[in-house]
């Protein structure tokens, strides 16, 4: 056991296995920006940053590689193991100590944002109001009933449960609290409502006259619009068919144990505890050129009854219950002078909001630390020369 | 043991699969954004559209017939499917400004199928079509078209260009040329008929 565990030790708390930890994080990097070219940021940062493994292909040669993950995971353990417990510690290591504290705060901090994280949009045109940012890749089905004061009830189906009802499969969805089962299929993670031409056929069902085509996906994730066919399954057996699609106006309504029902496919919500509403966007562009110099929003923040107004603007994000809404971007794209515009403001829910910055004080205050001690050292060998 | 028959006998027959997944949050919210509406029509959800005249945020043009117009994506600010077939599509793109200019935007067009880029010359030397209150060039040019994962083998493209003071306007007709070619009167007739609103 001894043994095992020095063997352990030797090994993880080696400085050719940091080296070896870190040319692999530039390598995938490296390979991982190259990727972006034809597979778009989000595929890749799911393929080469967020995976524990991967499979490079080099042309036609398939090249097995540790994902950033896995190679961030095992430098947490060896900066831990190597830097920390195995370290000297005195005064002569104390400000190496810190600095690699400070790179293990940074890392959990990473960890953290992974996994317990979550960030969309709020797109606004001026006097729209939200109480939700949404996601700009992941999808999910709500089934709504209008509580008819103002309010609806949701029951919201995440993306795991019905993205792998595609080809013979399909996912059944059911509550206690609904009189049906929504039966998905042909799920389609970017596609288009078609008319249904009396000159082709289409191998999906058609309904109404339209049909869901599907498309190839695009690089740019955020631009694929999901997709799907659902059937309401009541308890008599009585079946109403739809097609969900990801950028419809209004969702489907179906009409079930004598009530309405709206059936939407729109991406993933997260409430916000307070209600935001753009008052006032403004772009100011570069002389002569339709290329904005900044933009900001002045937006309202409304709890209850109070309302308070705030700018948001590139570098001025607003902080508010745990929420970071940065100013992101504008559109409609290609406006001309006096068209509405919208305003996209960024969202963040990150509990490690603020870890990078104190990571940063520390691995400084580290490194100050120990070139200080470096250089009073060099001074006093000086003096005494 | 059982199970594990049905299972492999299920699988080996290739059933559907279809499992109940519980649906577990439920949660009750208030829109603040106006809402939806309910019992949409397909059309109104979908934003589809048949012939006729129409308009989108600063265009005016009337659909030919056979044409259906679908919803239009970020790039594509009117968007039509030709004689209903999914592959064949006729889209308007507005950008500001020159949009990159008018040869550039051709050759890219024309590289599309794999065809020789045009010289400035031959630019000017292009066929012209009455539209937007001035002449469009007609860009046309035939070969295997890629963009992105979609291909298209003997595809004919037909685009139209014109140049605004300040708004580039982009018509690009692609598809199968048996289906291309039938549809380029249409094709013209609907750039005669764009007019600038506003």
Known sequence: MRVLLDGFLRVFSSLALSVALLLMLGLLTWLGTLEQVDHGLFEVQKRYFESFFLVHHAGSIPIPLPGANLVLCLLFVNLAVGGMARMRRDRRTAGILIAHAGILILLLSGFVKMYFSDDGHVTLFEDQRANHFESYYRWEIAIAEDLGDGRLREHVVPQEDFADAQGDRTARLGSPELPFEVEVSHYMPNSRPTPKGPMFEVAVPVVDGVFLQGRELAAEAETNIAGAYVSVVERDGTRTDGILWGMDAHPLTVTAGGKDWAIDLRHERYAMPFTIELEKFTKVDHPRINMPKEFSSDVAVIEGEASRPVKISMNEPLREAGLVLYQASWGPGGARPGDRLFSTLSVVRNPADKLPLYACIVIAAGLVIHFTRKLAGYVRREAGA | ?198
């Not at chain 2, 659909?63 to 594509?76: F, I, K, N």
């Not at chain 2, 308007?92 to 020789?116: K, M």
């Open chain 2, 1 to 198: 043991m059982a199970v594990l028959v049905w299972t492999l006998v299920g699988v080996g027959c290739g059933s559907r699969e279809s499992r109940l997944r519980t649906v577990e949050t439920a949660r009750v919210v208030t829109p603040v954004d106006g809402g939806f509406r309910w019992h949409a029509t397909s059309e109104e959800r979908f934003g589809l559209r048949g012939p006729g005249p129409a308009q989108v945020a600063e265009l005016a043009y009337s659909v030919p017939d056979g044409w259906l117009q679908v919803a239009p994506t970020a790039m594509r600010a009117a968007n039509f499917l030709v004689g209903g077939d999914p592959e064949t599509e006729c889209y308007v793109t507005l950008l500001a400004g020159d949009g990159g200019g008018a040869l550039a935007n051709a050759n890219r067009w024309r590289g599309q199928v794999g065809a020789s880029p045009l010289s400035s010359a031959d630019y000017d030397a292009l066929p012209r079509v009455a539209m937007l209150g001035g002449e469009g060039s007609i860009v046309e040019a035939a070969g295997t078209f890629t963009s992105g994962e979609r291909k298209i083998d003997e595809a004919l493209l037909i685009g139209a260009v014109r140049l605004l003071p300040d708004r580039a306007v982009f018509v690009k007709l692609i598809g199968p040329r048996a289906k291309v070619e039938p549809a380029r009167e249409d094709f013209l007739a609907f750039c005669r008929s764009l007019e600038r609103r506003g």
